[in-house]
Nanobody
Framework: QVQLVESGGGLVQAGGSLRLSCAASGRTFSNYVMGWFRQAPGKERQFVARIMWNRGMTYYPDSAKGRFTISRDNAKNTVLLQVNSLKPEDTAVYYC???????????????WGQGTQVTVSS
C-alpha cells in the first residue's frame, strides 16, 4: 500500500522558516517525480516544487524561487521542503505527491498525502 505522509507543518510567525517532510512507503519511488503543492482556503491547489527522485533534479515555479527548497533523503525515503522567510500568504495545506511525469499539473500525480497545515501569522 502506497503511503505519503506529510509532517512538519504548524504555526509560525512571518519571517520564520519551516521544513516539511514527506515520508514515502509502499513501493520504490526511485523512478518517480515527487512534488509539493499547496492549497489555501478558497483557492485552487498550487504547484510549489518538484524533484526527480533518482537524479535529484529540481524545478520551481517563479513564485517559489528563492524561498522554497525541495530535496530528498534517500536513506529515509523522505522528500523535504524547506520554506524560508514565510509570509502570511504562505498559509495553506501543503501536500506531497508522487507521479511518473515531469509535470506541474495535479492530474499527472498518482499518489497524494493527506496534507500538513502551515499557518503564518503576521
Amino acid at each position: 500500500q502506497v503511503q505519503l505522509v506529510e509532517s512538519g507543518g504548524g504555526l509560525v510567525q512571518a519571517g520564520g522558516s519551516l521544513r516539511l517532510s514527506c515520508a514515502a512507503s509502499g513501493r520504490t519511488f526511485s523512478n518517480y517525480v515527487m512534488g509539493w503543492f499547496r492549497q489555501a482556503p478558497g483557492k485552487e491547489r498550487q504547484f510549489v516544487a518538484r524533484i526527480m527522485w533518482n537524479r535529484g533534479m529540481t524545478y520551481y515555479p517563479d513564485s517559489a524561487k528563492g524561498r522554497f527548497t525541495i530535496s530528498r533523503d534517500n536513506a529515509k525515503n523522505t522528500v523535504l521542503l524547506q520554506v524560508n522567510s514565510l509570509k502570511p500568504e504562505d498559509t495553506a495545506v501543503y501536500y506531497c505527491a508522487a507521479g511518473r511525469s515531469w509535470s506541474r499539473y495535479e492530474f499527472d500525480y498518482d499518489y497524494w498525502g493527506q496534507g500538513t497545515q502551515v499557518t503564518v501569522s503576521s
